[in-house]
């Protein structure tokens, strides 16, 4: 079981950029997919998670109307698509499954291995 995010990089604020999460071993019909953030010297927080049946959850004000999850089941790969990046959304991404969405990573059992996100003139 594996899941491996890609997308991430140095970006100016106002850009947009799109991660994904490539999963083997599990069927995104069956699990869901958690995005988290961990900022420089801050806690993990939990983002947007897209639920097996393809309902989203945003858990972050802060990102509401900039940030949005997606999935292709075909190709059993989930998405974050970030716009209009701000400074403050700098911090490694990652994704995680569990059968269900939660604002808990601790719920989670797998998760993939992150992706740096920077913002920044």
């Known amino acids: 079981l594996q899941l491996v995010e890609s997308g991430g990089g140095l970006v100016q604020p106002g850009e947009s950029l799109r991660l994904s999460c490539a999963v083997t071993g599990l069927t995104l019909d069956r699990y869901s997919i958690g995005w988290f953030r961990q900022g420089p010297g801050s806690e993990r927080e939990a983002v947007l998670c897209?639920?097996?049946?393809?309902?989203?959850?945003n858990y972050l004000d802060s990102v509401k109307g900039r940030f949005t999850v997606s999935r292709d089941k075909a190709k059993n790969t989930a998405y974050l698509q970030m716009n209009d990046l701000k400074a403050e959304d700098t911090a490694v991404y990652s994704c995680a499954a569990n059968w269900y969405c939660s604002r808990d990573a601790s719920n989670f059992p797998y998760w993939g291995q992150g992706t740096q996100v920077t913002v920044s003139v």
């Open positions: 897209i639920g097996n049946q393809g309902t989203i959850v």
